[in-house]
């Protein structure tokens, strides 16, 4: 079944990088020239999804702005001739079939995810953490589409990392299946380290099924008072397994102040209008190191 809708929870409180984050939501955080929220509804139009649904709360309204229409800017780039940035600007709106819901309360990423229940229906869809940008040739949540379309179950994104970010985030336990692909029997959110099953941790993207809603509804509230959508997984891992897939491409976690820095310098490398100077005044830099 072909994934077509996706879901981007921005809704948290991003207190990790505060005060940047206090009346700007940290998805509207810019890298280089672009949010970074925009990044991930770029990879998931790249990636054949038609419906997305974000999940915001009080304070995030820039969000819905950027996606939306903006007649009075667009006179004015039209009338003075600027038809390059008014193309982008209106291409921003046309990137998929964008829809809002709020979620009132941030009790978490599995409770952000439930407040999607009727977007998604009985659908397996996609969901794309609105802090995690993903860059890179292939689009990540489309190599995850891939691997649902050959498995028929749940699937996460998973990258390994070091002993110390991992009892930060969650644990897989593993059996390689075919090349950066395998199957996952059970997980952890927050091991500490004798619970710790591999270093492969989720970042960022799955696949999920409908059934999720049923089994968020039945989980209990973990880690941090929060509804965990990690332990909503790990039922789904013991009970029909997932898929994790080792993806291709380099993240940037934006809810982190070095996430940030890493996505800023890295882009603005690449980027056509600032790399050479970029390059050239961080060459500068790097003898003063
Ligand atoms: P994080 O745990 O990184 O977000 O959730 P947070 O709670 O904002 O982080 P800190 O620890 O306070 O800095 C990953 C994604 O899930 C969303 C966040 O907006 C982020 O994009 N989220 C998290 C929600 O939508 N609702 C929640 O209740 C929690």
Same mark, same amino acid.
């Given at each position: 079944?072909?994934?077509?809708?996706?879901?981007?929870?921005?809704? !948290?409180?991003?207190?990790?990088? %505060?005060?940047?984050?206090?009346?700007?939501?940290?998805?509207?955080?810019?890298?280089? &020239?672009?949010?970074?929220?925009?990044?991930?509804?770029?990879?998931?139009?790249?990636?054949?999804?038609?419906?997305?649904?974000?999940?915001?709360?009080?304070?995030?309204?820039?969000?819905? @702005? #950027?996606? @939306?229409?903006?007649?009075?800017?667009?006179?004015?780039?039209?009338?003075?001739?600027?038809?390059?940035?008014?193309? $982008?600007?209106?291409?921003?709106?046309?990137?998929?079939?964008?829809?809002?819901?709020?979620?009132?309360?941030?009790?978490?990423?599995?409770?952000?995810? %439930?407040?999607?229940?009727?977007?998604?229906?009985?659908?397996?869809?996609?969901?794309?953490?609105? @802090? &995690?940008?993903?860059?890179?040739?292939?689009?990540?949540?489309?190599?995850?589409?891939?691997?649902?379309?050959?498995?028929?179950?749940?699937?996460?994104?998973?990258?390994?990392?070091?002993?110390?970010?991992? $009892?930060?985030?969650?644990?897989?336990?593993?059996?390689?299946?075919?090349?950066? $692909?395998?199957?996952?029997?059970?997980?952890?959110?927050?091991?500490?380290? &004798? $619970?710790?099953?591999? %270093?492969?941790?989720?970042?960022?993207?799955?696949?999920?099924?409908?059934?999720?809603? /049923?089994?968020?509804?039945?989980?209990?509230? !973990?880690?941090?008072?929060?509804?965990?959508?990690?332990?909503?997984?790990?039922?789904?891992?013991?009970?029909?397994?997932?898929?994790?897939? &080792?993806?291709?491409?380099?993240?940037?976690?934006?809810?982190?102040?070095?996430?940030? %820095? /890493?996505?800023?310098?890295?882009?603005?490398?690449? #980027?056509?209008?600032?790399?050479?100077?970029?390059?050239?005044?961080?060459?500068?830099?790097?003898?003063?190191?």
């Amino acid at each position: 079944m072909k994934i077509r809708k996706a879901v981007i929870p921005a809704a !948290g409180l991003g207190t990790r990088v %505060l005060p940047a984050s206090k009346a700007m939501p940290k998805e509207m955080l810019s890298i280089v &020239d672009k949010p970074a929220i925009q990044y991930i509804v770029e990879e998931a139009a790249k990636s054949g999804i038609e419906d997305i649904l974000i999940i915001t709360s009080r304070g995030k309204t820039t969000v819905e @702005d #950027h996606f @939306d229409r903006s007649p009075e800017l667009e006179q004015r780039l039209l009338a003075s001739g600027k038809t390059d940035i008014y193309n $982008q600007i209106v291409d921003i709106t046309k990137l998929a079939n964008i829809t809002y819901t709020r979620q009132h309360e941030t009790k978490g990423l599995g409770h952000a995810i %439930l407040c999607a229940k009727s977007f998604v229906g009985d659908e397996p869809f996609a969901v794309l953490y609105g @802090d &995690d940008v993903i860059l890179g040739e292939k689009p990540v949540c489309g190599q995850l589409c891939e691997a649902y379309d050959r498995y028929g179950l749940g699937v996460v994104g998973i990258k390994e990392v070091t002993m110390e970010q991992i $009892q930060k985030y969650s644990s897989m336990k593993v059996e390689p299946l075919a090349d950066r $692909q395998y199957k996952i029997t059970d997980m952890i959110e927050k091991p500490k380290p &004798d $619970q710790v099953f591999s %270093l492969f941790s989720i970042l960022g993207r799955c696949i999920l099924p409908a059934r999720i809603f /049923e089994i968020l509804e039945n989980t209990p509230y !973990g880690y941090g008072g929060e509804l965990q959508l990690t332990d909503a997984m790990k039922t789904l891992a013991r009970e029909e397994g997932m898929i994790g897939v &080792d993806f291709e491409g380099r993240r940037y976690d934006m809810g982190s102040k070095l996430g940030i %820095l /890493e996505a800023i310098v890295e882009v603005g490398l690449g #980027h056509p209008e600032t790399g050479e100077a970029f390059r050239a005044y961080l060459r500068e830099i790097a003898k003063t190191l």
